[in-house]
């Protein structure tokens, strides 16, 4: 059996420190199975644009084309803010995604016995959350065209597209349905078909692919409802599925439920299940290099990487089982920290190393 290729991508920020926690939990787990396996590195967004001027440079392409799976720390900062459009860093990230088709993302929020007192909501609305976000990642507004900042009349006037053909929907649809059909069968498909052409379309062909699902019960909601549902009854919800717009802003509320953006992985899939894997969080440039950023979103990841891409189940709920026991022995970053008794505030490389002993 040839190595598994993976590509491991740090980035920007609190990238290489997030970064350098989890490769060391990565290789252990993989040692420990006798699967052989290479990693190589790369640069994307503003690392790429200092080194070689584009955020998603040549070399990187290659790489990111020929690997099996990529880890993904974060992207930006304010160092690049003030660039073209076409140079900034998130740049980058969206023209990997779309080089490699990654169109379905998953992004679950669930939240750890431990930290049911970090969430901003009361304990019995989180307590056993299991949420799963299937947010369609290559299609939308974000990639619509004609886009533009253009003078009209003497004004500036911005304009953005959104459109989605109707095998972008069915195909996303249809990876939705198979991860309700595993989980707990129900599916709430979040749009605004109540204003939107193209919303009317999602749900038209949502509505229309789940005649093939009879197992999986299918609801849909406006996503000005779904924002306040997350925070009044968040665990009504099983399996969301939604646009790129409406997912990248849900899955962000989603995050807060569980106490920290920082315990929150993601996975970026194409139709053969190749994936980029990344924290939810951003770059978090005000804490970067200063030993505070929480790396366990990152670690669970690279869990996403194991399970999805590589199949191997067993290896991705080690890593999982070690992140419980180091929240449950009260290991906290700052972000998770709280005013429970027994609290230990440890720093980046710490609660890694501690997840490694975990695993042992």
């Given at each position: 059996m040839k190595p598994l290729n993976i590509l491991s991508i740090p980035g920007d920020g609190i990238g290489p420190e997030i970064m350098e926690a989890t490769l060391p939990v990565v290789e252990k787990v993989l040692t420990d199975a006798g699967v052989s396996y290479e990693i190589a590195h790369a640069k994307l967004g503003g690392q790429a644009l200092d080194e070689?001027?584009?955020?998603?440079?040549?070399?990187?392409?290659?790489?990111?084309?020929?690997?099996?799976?990529?880890?993904?720390?974060?992207?930006?900062?304010?160092?690049?803010?003030?660039?073209?459009?076409?140079?900034?860093?998130?740049?980058?990230?969206?023209?990997?995604?779309?080089?490699?088709?990654?169109?379905?993302?998953?992004?679950?929020?669930?939240?750890?016995?431990?930290?049911?007192?970090?969430?901003?909501?009361?304990?019995?609305?989180?307590?056993?959350?299991?949420?799963?976000?299937?947010?369609?990642?290559?299609?939308?507004?974000?990639?619509?065209?004609?886009?533009?900042?253009?003078?009209?009349?003497?004004?500036?006037?911005?304009?953005?597209?959104?459109?989605?053909?109707?095998?972008?929907?069915?195909?996303?649809?249809?990876?939705?349905?198979?991860?309700?059909?595993?989980?707990?069968?129900?599916?709430?498909?979040?749009?605004?078909?109540?204003?939107?052409?193209?919303?009317?379309?999602?749900?038209?062909?949502?509505e229309e692919e789940a005649k093939n699902w009879p197992n999986v019960e299918l609801t849909h909601m406006y996503v000005d409802n779904a924002a306040m549902q997350l925070v009044r009854a968040p665990k009504q919800f099983d399996v969301v599925l939604t646009s790129n717009l409406f997912g990248d802003i849900l899955s962000d509320a989603a995050a807060m439920l569980t106490g920290s953006i920082g315990m929150l992985p993601s996975a970026s899939l194409d139709v053969n299940n190749k994936g980029l894997y990344e924290p939810v969080h951003g770059s978090a440039p005000d804490i970067a290099g200063e030993d505070k950023a929480n790396p366990l979103a990152c670690i669970l990841s690279a869990a996403m990487m194991l399970r999805y891409t590589f199949n191997l189940s067993e290896q991705a709920d080690k890593i999982e089982n070690a992140v419980s026991k180091v929240l449950a022995a009260g290991y906290r970053t700052g972000d998770i920290a709280g005013q429970e008794v027994g609290e230990k505030l440890v720093g980046t490389r710490e609660i890694g190393q501690q997840v490694l002993a975990a695993l042992s």
């Open positions: 070689y001027g584009f955020p998603y440079p040549d070399e990187t392409k290659a790489l990111a084309q020929a690997a099996d799976g990529i880890l993904f720390g974060a992207i930006g900062g304010p160092k690049w803010d003030k660039m073209p459009r076409h140079l900034r860093p998130e740049t980058g990230l969206l023209a990997i995604r779309e080089d490699l088709g990654l169109f379905a993302n998953f992004r679950p929020a669930t939240i750890y016995p431990e930290l049911v007192s970090a969430s901003s909501l009361k304990p019995e609305l989180v307590s056993g959350l299991d949420i799963l976000i299937v947010r369609e990642l290559t299609g939308g507004i974000y990639f619509g065209k004609p886009r533009a900042i253009e003078e009209r009349e003497g004004e500036r006037v911005g304009f953005n597209t959104m459109i989605y053909s109707e095998s972008e929907i069915r195909r996303v649809a249809q990876v939705a349905f198979d991860a309700a059909s595993k989980r707990g069968g129900k599916l709430c498909s979040v749009d605004k078909a109540n204003v939107l052409e193209v919303s009317q379309l999602w749900r038209d062909v949502v």
